[in-house]
């Protein structure tokens, strides 16, 4: 018999202060070197000079293995705050969630664009350090601070005096071995984010100085007087292989009326490649998003709309051929910096920008110039539109030969499946629809170049323990297989994929306890019946939202809006965000979604079908846990485990978030 372990009130663990990020350091940060604990701090320096508060940032790495970030900008405050009643720059590094870069869009904020949202970059850069000295000029005097294992070792005390117009702010941090995987920074990381701050802040003086025992020190330069144009012909590998550089900058103005905030925007330097490749990069208030993000998908659709019109402008598509984004985009190299009032990333290492309005911003703001810059160099746009064709006529090709590899034995195709165009299974999706109402609203908010839709009445049946033999014997269930072309297998089999006609297969029902139920059926039908369409990556799980949050319009500048939610947590913090900008709950109203149906094709397509703003979840099982599964799905689909179900039920029912 097991060993039981006492779990009473004493077995809870409440972290404070730092805590949290000592404790799961990878949660807040990369934990391969101490590089990005470095880079939270130069960040802060960067959000002063893109306010215009200083003109330089200096890095200095010391031979002890510390680093001194440098800038002369306003300085960190360091009077009490008024409710905390501690030094605010005490404040700043003691406590996450603590920062000036909250209340942007009611203006008590200390900036209106910063990389930083969560307010833990600075705390978890002190958190992660053996010690942190901080020396801050401001308002005539010199003020220090030092921190030993985030702990306040030397108080606040003022050191001295200086010129009232000299300020900044000097951090000298010596990160602790123990959360890092290696002590040494990454110096390519490094010196590619400075020289990415000197291009995005044009004017701004940024150095990297390293000490060498017994040896000058080594330092580098960076400055940008032309910005994105000098740095993306810089990236280039052979300008001979690439078109010329189209630069451009567009920011929303006082007078413009737009749902986008005053100053939000993007700024892009890009070009085409005729040969080769290189990658391309991206910022969102100065922070790189290597995983890029929506305001790529952004530029991506703006540049394809632009291409098209002058395309079909000057006649000068051939028959038979149809543009897609991917034509356009492929040959493209571009540096985008975007500009954002609140930006949401993904994870506190901020890799990848995830604002669904971001894509809607930097296509409203680039499309325009985009298409005025081909018509004003027409023999480059035809370059561009040569290059757009070409790839689009050797995508067609690729398909044709898929085409001939499956043409034999096709089944006829259910009667209610509305049907793709395009035959390549790399870019085709099918949506299992619940109902036909809900089929009646995709198919209108499809595309019906790579999106088909098959509707579902009524739900599948359970086919956990039907034979193979006996499944065709459910029409729901014979329409799915004859539409994806594959026939039912079982795990241990090699089933031929040849025939299979869509490469995502997304499973869409409502947002409700009746539209899991109905994912359920259908997740077990496939890992039952055509597990390898799971363990090849082909199926998924569509997310449509749950809330909307109808915003009034306020005044010309200030549009009405309609806001998304998944789920009620997301719902909390749009409202949060709401009540930041000032709105009082009669200026904006919340509705539940009952089903598919009630969401017109607009509305379905922007939230759940549109591939650059919806939310699709792979299904996918952990290496190693496919035992795991099959007895979860036993236990909730056979027929004969009605008590272990029971049982389970009454052990952990309290855990589950009912919907009345």
């Not at 053996?130 to 308002?139: L, M, W």
């Not at 003022?158 to 000298?172: A, F, L, V, Y």
């Amino acid at each position: 018999m097991a060993t039981q372990t006492l779990y009473n009130e004493s077995s809870v663990t409440v972290l404070k202060g730092l805590e949290p990020v000592k404790e799961r350091p990878g949660m807040y940060t990369h934990t391969e070197s101490p590089t990005h604990i470095i880079q939270e701090v130069i960040d802060n320096a960067a959000d002063e000079a893109l306010g215009g508060y200083a003109d330089t940032i200096e890095v200095i790495l010391h031979d002890d293995g510390s680093v001194t970030v440098r800038d002369n900008g306003r300085g960190i405050p360091t009077g009490l705050h008024p409710t905390e009643q501690v030094p605010v720059i005490e404040l700043v590094f003691t406590q996450l969630h603590a920062g000036g870069k909250f209340n942007k869009k009611s203006g008590d904020g200390a900036y209106a664009f910063s990389g930083g949202l969560h307010g833990v970059g600075i705390s978890v850069t002190n958190a992660l350090s053996k010690r942190i000295e901080v020396s801050v000029k401001r308002q005539g005097k010199i003020h220090r601070i030092v921190f030993t294992d985030s702990v306040v070792t030397e108080p606040l005390h003022i050191t001295g005096q200086c010129n009232i117009k000299d300020s900044g702010t000097e951090i000298r941090i010596w990160p602790d071995k123990r959360y890092f995987d290696s002590d040494h920074y990454n110096l390519p990381e490094l010196e590619r984010n400075l020289r990415a701050k000197a291009v995005l802040l044009p004017g701004v003086n940024v150095s990297l100085s390293r000490e060498l025992r017994q040896a000058p020190p080594q330092i580098q330069h960076w400055h940008y007087p032309e910005g994105l144009k000098s740095y993306l012909q810089d990236l280039l590998p052979d300008t001979e292989t690439a078109l010329p550089v189209f630069t451009s900058e567009n920011y929303i103005d006082e007078e413009q009326e737009s749902d986008f905030n005053v100053g939000e925007g993007a700024a892009f330097a890009l070009t085409w490649l005729e040969e080769g490749s290189i990658n391309s990069e991206s910022y969102v208030n100065l922070i790189p998003t290597p995983l890029g993000g929506r305001h790529e998908a952004g530029l991506k659709q703006a540049l394809f709309h632009a291409v098209n019109n002058f395309i079909s402008h000057h006649g000068l598509l051939p028959r038979g051929v149809k543009i897609q984004p991917d034509d356009v985009f492929s040959r493209v190299v571009f540096v985008l910096s975007a500009r954002i009032l609140d930006p949401q990333f993904q994870g506190q290492t901020k890799d990848k920008l995830t604002n669904r309005d971001a894509l809607k911003l930097v296509a409203h703001v680039c499309t325009d110039p985009i298409e005025l810059w081909l018509n004003q160099n027409v023999e480059i746009g035809k370059k561009i539109a040569e290059l757009a064709i070409r790839q689009a006529q050797n995508r067609m090709r690729s398909t044709k030969k898929i085409e001939r590899k499956k043409s034999s034995g096709v089944a006829v195709l259910p009667g209610k499946l509305t049907d793709c165009e395009s035959e390549d299974i790399r870019e085709n999706e099918l949506f299992l629809v619940e109902g036909d109402s809900a089929g009646g609203s995709a198919k209108l908010a499809r595309d019906k170049t790579t999106q088909a839709i098959l509707p579902l009445r009524g739900k599948v049946l359970n086919s956990f323990e039907t034979h193979q033999d006996q499944l065709f014997g459910n029409a729901e269930i014979h329409d799915i297989a004859v539409a994806i072309g594959v026939d039912p297998h079982h795990a241990q089999d090699k089933p031929d994929l040849s025939g299979l006609r869509y490469g995502k297969i997304a499973i869409l029902s409502d947002a409700d306890v009746d539209g899991s139920h109905i994912q359920v059926l259908l997740l077990t039908l496939f890992f039952r019946h055509f597990p390898r369409l799971i363990t090849e990556g082909h199926i998924y799980v569509a997310q449509p939202p749950l809330f909307r949050v109808d915003v009034n319009a306020r005044g010309k500048k200030k549009p009405a809006r309609k806001l998304y939610a998944q789920d009620e947590e997301e719902l909390n913090r749009i409202l949060d965000r709401l009540r930041k900008e000032g709105l009082s709950e009669n200026q904006y109203a919340i509705s539940r979604f009952k089903g598919l149906g009630e969401m017109n094709p607009e509305q379905l397509k922007d939230t759940t079908m549109q591939p650059d703003t919806r939310r699709l979840l792979q299904v996918c099982i952990p290496e190693g846990e496919n035992h795991t599964t099959a007895d979860i799905f036993l236990r909730l689909m056979g027929k004969g485990e009605a008590s272990a179900r029971r049982a389970w039920m009454e052990r952990e029912g309290d855990k589950a978030q009912t919907d009345i």
